[in-house]
DNA sequence: TGTCTTCTTTATAAAATCTTTATATCTGCT
DNA sequence: AGCAGATATAAAGATTTTATAAAGAAGACA
């Protein structure tokens, strides 16, 4: 459950700057392009969630960059323009836009319209399913099973599996599981975590006294090992 | 391929005769109601592309038209209204509408975003009906039966249960539920969950001291499990 | 106006989970 | 082997969360 990525597209500097702070007050990641050119370049490196693109840039006309995006990037555009001509939202629209929003804008609008449209563009998800061995953690049902056997998590459990299983065959330190589970003041309570981890295993090992999932690398933490 | 219908709900005779022409000679099929009830029996029985819907309904609000058409219908919406306030648009966007136009529109710019909603919008069929264990719950006449007995569910029952069953088998967080079923600021009231949860399960379990249906998950929120 | 339905609050019991404590076991080192 | 620090585990205790009934409030409707 990322963030969305938003790529904005815009010459000047301020209004960069203005939609980065509002985006990311918002919950969004927001990448930046001042041309045409690095937009293009940035569309396709980071594959945003959605772009919000200015029609007045330097070096090409915003309309000329929609057509281009429009071969091979499917997922939202917004216009932001000053132009408010019929002949340019309509031009806009039909080459690929999905909506277009006359500066000045109202803030509150366009966050709107953004979530509107990135609510709708989910189409084909397949859930991802994180499967270790034996293990399979569904991570948008939030259902944990072992050998096609449903099991019964806590919520702690869970976020802790969960973080593991991301993380399969690295070490996670004392330290990282505890802020990453409990939060940044827990970072002194190990004692949680062999608790936790006592009670994982014995609902996932096949022999809790001797973990093969969860194996203990002493003094540094912990080890999720999926297969061999 | 077909001409796409367009569903045009609005109270005023000349607005209505005006799209209707204007959507006739762009080739679309029009329909036309002038009630809210109207447009929604229209819409059911007929399942068009896109509807046209204007926010000032005799009837009923318009908002509260676009809440109860979009718990089953998935084609695009675009709101035509004289209402131009940042609040209004929002509201309707964060209700599920794909656009807002306020009136006087123009027409070329209204084509162009009838064109592009369109384009977009996947054929994909949401059955209106859906089967879950003994529970069905048809969600364009909004009646819930369990082994083919009419259940009578308030509104408030009737959304989450819906809301549930729309979501089969994945945990729905406590936030969630609040912020769907009765809004942003209510996200904290707790409490209503649980005492409408209990009344469903007095409703629908078989033995509502035994949850088999929604089950509990403890300190994250509730999962509405259908068999298995 | 009174009745009915539904929503909202309050109160309390029950259940589940988290936290702490106690003790046993393990690990690496001299 | 013996020690010290680290880890494992069970179980008691404390706290939070959940379930449920029921009373009060707010509307709808005739």
Redesign the pocket.
Known sequence: MNKPTILVIDDEVQIRKLLQITLENSEYNVLLAATAKDGLVAAANHKPDLILLDLGLPDKSGQEVLKVLREWFAQPVIILSVQSGEDDIVLALDNGANDYLVKPYRTGELLARIRSLIRRSVPGESSPVITVGQITIDLVLRVVKKDCEVL?L????YSLLALFAKNEGRVLT?HYLLREV?GESYVA????L?????QL??KIEND??R?AIIV?E???GYRFKGNE
Do not use: D, G, L, M
């Open positions: 019964k806590t919520a702690t459990e004392h409990w309570q190990s004692q949680y062999r608790v936790f981890i006592a295993r014995k809790p006294n973990p203990t002493s003094r540094i």
